[in-house]
């Protein structure tokens, strides 16, 4: 799919398990469209389908992340949004594997939902946050509402919501919604390097994790343990649990199959 000027909308890159999508408008900040969202929606299906690909990476080309949907677009009629996916294809259905947000200049509005929605961030330290919608008769309801006051305390969150100020990079770090601050230009590779640490792991192990941190949440408190039985007891008892604790006694790298 491709922008006005011709130029594919998501840029694609696998190496060594690693799938990165780039956010490619630049001449409009990265700012997202609907065939945009189809794009990334689809790359996430291609990184969950294909047991090559462990981890994915999302960035934005040329110094931004995303500011959120294209304005004019929206102006026009369009929305950002996929169907059953949410905004930019992500906010609503996350991909099963982990996905790392790699974080230059604004990521902002939709943008800024898009990060929430994935499961680690690195971000530059010039890097800025925020959720503006209420500055232009808008609501955050791609997922800003209701994942951010899980993520940071209440009042930071409603202040954030309402007042429509931005956050710095520091200060995202200081309230856990960034892992790793690195400097303008250092992000994508820093990035890279934390998805290979996570693409080292046991997959299916990866998988299930992730599973259980992300909806253990709505679970009633009594059936905790039950639930994630459900879900971990068969790794216990996988071809995997079995090379990775023979590869630790025999002192090598494990070698993982996926089962």
């Not at 696998?14 to 790359?43: K, W």
């Not at 800025?128 to 899980?150: C, D, I, Q, S, Y």
């Not at 930071?156 to 200081?174: F, K, P, Q, V, Y």
């Not at 039985?229 to 990775?244: M, Q, R």
Request: glycine fraction near 10%.
């Amino acid at each position: 799919m491709t922008d006005d000027d011709g130029q594919p909308e998501i840029l694609t890159e696998e190496v060594d398990g690693v799938l990165t999508i780039s956010i490619n408008r630049p001449r409009q900040m990265n700012a997202m469209t609907r065939s945009a969202g189809l794009a990334i929606a689809a790359s996430l299906d291609e990184l969950d389908e294909r047991d090559d690909l462990r981890v994915g990476v999302l960035t934005g080309v040329d110094g931004n992340f995303c500011v959120g949907m294209d304005l004019k677009r929206f102006v026009a009629g369009e929305r950002a949004s996929v169907e059953g996916r949410g905004f930019g294809g992500l906010t609503e259905r996350p991909p099963r594997k982990p996905l790392i947000a790699a974080v230059e200049g604004y990521a902002v509005a939709g943008g800024f939902e898009m990060v929430l929605a994935c499961d680690l961030v690195v971000a530059s330290n010039t890097a800025k946050f925020g959720l503006p919608e209420v500055r232009r008769g808008l609501v955050a309801a791609a997922g800003g509402l209701l994942r951010l006051p899980l993520l940071v305390p209440r009042a930071i969150a409603m202040e954030l919501i309402l007042t429509g100020n931005m956050l710095d990079a520091a200060r995202a770090e200081s309230l856990g919604l960034v892992n790793k601050l690195v400097a303008p230009g250092l992000v994508l590779e820093a990035a890279k390097e934390l998805a290979a640490v996570i693409s080292n792991n046991a997959p299916l192990a990866i998988a299930v994790s992730k599973h259980v941190a992300s909806e253990s949440a709505d679970w009633p408190r009594g059936e905790w343990f039950s639930r994630q039985g459900d879900l971990t007891n068969p790794i216990f008892t996988s071809l995997d649990a079995l090379e990775g604790a023979r590869a630790f006694a025999e002192k090598r790298a494990p070698v993982w199959s996926g089962s």
